[in-house]
């Protein structure tokens, strides 16, 4: 089937510009820069033409870090769930962490994912391989081209993956060529402020506030301190997630171009949308690992989007029940859904004046493929694959309950209006969600591959 985007606005590789785009099948077949510039001669042979004028067009979002919670926390989210509720958002190609029940630690847990995917996901699909205390040998077994990475939690979080041992991560790090993902947060200083905040104010008066306390700066930096040094000494791939701190970012550079940097780094979108003012507010709802933390945090993080100190903006979709979210610092689940309202989040900081939206799709489209050396995707080029977003930046997007698509059912952002609104998502050139509403027919997806040397 051909379809034609009429006279859109393209947003694509640092240029905005009017065009017609033609797809055929999964793929992109031609785009015709300028305004009506499609030739009329040609028409007979489109099966459908979409007039896209006054519609932004972009590449579909590419996520580099969600939790699905399949297998084994399927009351929270299922693979298929969330990814309906990911190209809701605009998100076309995902890659999901290993913190499941079983863990994503060995090669039959990884391929059964896979599977499940290919059975009941909306979107295109990878899943990390996650490094533990005692499965160094496993990662051997890896297929490297279907796999994004190797992702280590050298911090604690939901799931229990927390990997201390030294020869272990000594091992890892100079074994692979793969690139490692690290959740960083430092064991020690987290054990230590906890145990400080508990005989000051007591188990009782640990509301969300003291999050950003115990799980802290300090606790951040020390941990992303000691894997930037193990990398750069053994000469690993390492690629930092979730970056929440303005110390955090002398440790990386932006003087390479991203094909040549060695350390990378990532943001979320809750770390460049909230600050530690907003937990009167939100309270739970914004707990996150690591924590949510200062205005000074978070302007440093967005001036380090804009000076490519940050290299790739995800969500870290973690959903959890509103029932999982109560209780006090030590006790509320951690996380939460972020993948349906992500990209127009971002777009709205481009109204206020914060990001470009040239810059805006080069984090969360072109960077992310080109970081993971993702094959024919990320960009809007001829002869890759159709992953399309049209965007309306004029309509609105009111966040209720019945509108969330993600099975726990609340989202932070509930009763805000975002000034854009995702218009319709493709997937390999299959409309997945238009006007507001999921297809019938879910999209012919499929595992995502990467190039590697």
């Not at 590789?13 to 510039?37: C, D, M, P, V, W």
């Not at 990378?264 to 924590?291: M, Q, S």
């Not at 993080?301 to 804009?306: G, M």
Request: proline fraction near 4%.
């Amino acid at each position: 089937m051909q379809r034609l985007f009429r006279n859109a606005t393209l947003i694509n590789e640092g240029r905005s510009y009017t065009a017609s785009l033609l797809t055929s099948g999964q793929f992109i077949k031609h785009i015709y820069e300028g305004e009506n510039s499609f030739p009329e001669a040609l028409l007979h042979e489109v099966e459908e033409v979409i007039p896209a004028e006054g519609l932004w067009l972009l590449p579909g979002c590419i996520d580099d870090q969600v939790h699905f919670r399949e297998p084994g926390l399927t009351h929270k989210a299922t693979i298929e769930s969330e990814s309906r509720a990911a190209v809701a958002g605009g998100t076309t190609s995902f890659m999901e962490m290993p913190n499941t029940k079983p863990t994503t630690t060995s090669l039959e847990a990884w391929q059964w994912k896979m599977q499940r995917a290919a059975e009941t996901s909306w979107a295109n699909y990878s899943f990390f391989f996650g490094g533990s205390n005692d499965n160094a040998d496993e990662l051997a077994r890896i297929d490297t081209y279907r796999t994004p990475g190797i992702k280590l939690f050298l911090g604690s979080s939901t799931g229990n993956m927390l990997v201390d041992d030294k020869k272990t991560l000594e091992r890892i790090f100079s074994e692979t060529d793969l690139i490692i993902a690290t959740h960083c947060e430092k064991e020690e200083v987290i054990r230590a402020n906890k145990e400080h905040y508990l005989a000051q104010v007591g188990a009782d008066h640990l509301d969300v506030h003291y999050h950003p306390l115990i799980r802290s700066e300090e606790a951040c930096y020390r941990s992303s301190s000691e894997a930037v040094e193990l990398a750069t000494r053994l000469g690993s791939r390492l690629h930092i997630l979730h970056i929440s701190t303005e110390r955090e970012l002398s440790l990386f550079r932006n003087d390479l171009p991203l094909s040549e940097k060695k350390i990378t780094a990532e943001a979320c979108v809750h770390h460049l949308i909230f600050t530690d003012a907003d937990y009167d507010r939100l309270g739970n709802r914004i707990k996150w690992n690591p924590a949510v933390k200062t205005l000074r945090d978070r302007e440093a993080l967005r001036e380090a989007v804009r000076t490519d100190l940050i290299d790739v903006i995800a969500t870290d979709h973690a959903p959890h029940l509103l029932s999982e979210k109560e209780g006090n610092c030590l006790t509320a689940a951690s996380g939460g859904p972020l993948t349906q309202y992500a990209l127009i989040s971002m777009l709205d900081m481009v109204h206020e004046g914060i990001f470009t939206k040239e810059l805006v799709v080069d984090k969360m489209a072109h960077r992310p493929a080109e970081l993971f050396a993702i094959e024919k995707r990320g960009f809007l080029r001829e002869g890759y694959y159709a992953d399309l977003v049209l965007i309306d930046p004029q309509g609105k997007t009111t966040v209720t309950a019945e509108g969330i698509v993600s099975l726990c059912g609340w989202s932070p952002f509930e009763g805000h209006t975002f000034g854009h609104r995702v218009e319709a998502t493709y997937i390999n050139g299959d409309c997945a969600y238009r006007s507001g509403a999921l297809s019938l027919k879910r999209p012919s997806v499929a595992p995502l591959l990467y190039s590697r040397p």
